[in-house]
Nanobody, 125 residues
Framework: QVQLVESGGGVVQAGGSLKLSCAAS????????MNWYRQAPGNQRELVAR???????NYADSVKGRFAISRDNAQKTLYLQMNSLKHEDTAVYYC???????????????????WGQGTQVTVSS
C-alpha cells in the first residue's frame, strides 16, 4: 500500500521552531506536487504550503516568511520547517501528494490525492 507518514509534531512555545517530516513508502517510484495542509478545531482544512516535483514553492500568506517547504526526492520525504511559531499555528498538519507512482507486482501504477494521518502541532504561550 502507498503510505505517507507525518512525524515531528509536538508542543512548542510561541516563537519556537519545529520541523515536520512526511515519509513516503519505499515502493514509491516518483511523486508529483506535494502539499502541507492544516486543520484547527472548528476550522476548515487550509493549504499551508505547496512544492512541485521541480521544487517550485508557494505559501499561504499567514506563514510566508516563517515556514519553508522542501523535499528530498531521493528519500521520498517532504519537510516543513516552521519558525517563529504563533498560537494560531496550532493545528493538525497533514501532508498530501497530488500523484504517486509506485511499484505493484512489478508494474508501475498511479494513485492520486494521497494523505498522511496527520501530526499535531501545539504552540503554547
Amino acid at each position: 500500500q502507498v503510505q505517507l507518514v507525518e512525524s515531528g509534531g509536538g508542543v512548542v512555545q510561541a516563537g519556537g521552531s519545529l520541523k515536520l517530516s512526511c515519509a513516503a513508502s519505499r515502493s514509491i517510484f516518483s511523486i508529483g506536487a506535494m502539499n502541507w495542509y492544516r486543520q484547527a478545531p472548528g476550522n476548515q482544512r487550509e493549504l499551508v504550503a505547496r512544492i512541485t516535483s521541480g521544487g517550485s514553492t508557494n505559501y499561504a500568506d499567514s506563514v510566508k516568511g516563517r515556514f519553508a517547504i522542501s523535499r528530498d526526492n531521493a528519500q521520498k520525504t517532504l519537510y516543513l520547517q516552521m519558525n517563529s511559531l504563533k498560537h494560531e499555528d496550532t493545528a493538525v498538519y497533514y501532508c498530501n501528494a497530488d500523484r504517486v507512482t509506485y511499484y505493484s507486482n512489478g508494474i508501475l501504477r498511479d494513485e492520486y490525492d494521497r494523505w498522511g494521518q496527520g501530526t499535531q502541532v501545539t504552540v503554547s504561550s
